[in-house]
């Protein structure tokens, strides 16, 4: 493990690859590489388990939790989720309350996101504008990546 450290100190990664067995400490590992580097960070998972698992052990307080808009009840509907309230029909989100939006400013402000993979695929262009750039994308179950992306 004292190698990885070394590694997240060493001033300029480019990559880094950490193949560990489970509660070998690799969710924090991640949460303090993005801490370390002062620097935006997404951290993305290949199951909403797993970022519910992040949340659970990190908290409120370091990660901003984005989700899909599935996850979410609309404020102005709670018979649909968020992804097929009002809003989605060309009208605007027009309530302060929705909780998508919420975690989405969260998310704007936040200096850690936590998303999965497929929250991120629809939403990268607004998470990491030209003003409000990642600079650090740690990507759990990497292994998973080239199924949750294509």
């Given at each position: 493990m004292s190698w990885i450290l070394d590694r997240l100190f060493d001033?300029?990664?480019r990559f880094l690859a950490i193949s560990a067995p489970?509660?070998?400490?690799?969710?924090?590992?991640?949460?303090?590489?993005s801490v370390l580097y002062n620097q935006r960070s997404v951290i993305l998972t290949a199951t909403k388990s797993l970022q519910t698992q992040y949340q659970s052990q990190l908290g409120d307080g370091l990660l901003a939790d984005l989700r899909g808009a599935n996850a979410y009840r609309c404020s102005?509907?709670?018979n649909v989720d968020a992804a097929s309230g009002v809003c989605r029909a060309g009208l605007g989100c027009v309530t302060p309350y929705c909780?998508?939006?919420?975690?989405?400013?969260?998310?704007?402000?936040?200096?850690?996101?936590l998303t999965n993979y497929a929250c991120w695929l629809y939403n990268a262009n607004?998470?990491?504008g030209e003003n409000n750039p990642v600079q650090l994308l740690v990507l759990d179950e990497a292994h998973q990546a080239y199924n949750q992306l294509s």
């Open positions: 001033p300029e990664p489970t509660g070998s400490g690799k969710t924090v590992l991640a949460a303090l590489s102005l509907d709670p909780a998508h939006r919420q975690a989405m400013s969260s998310a704007l402000r936040s200096p850690v996101v607004q998470l990491s």
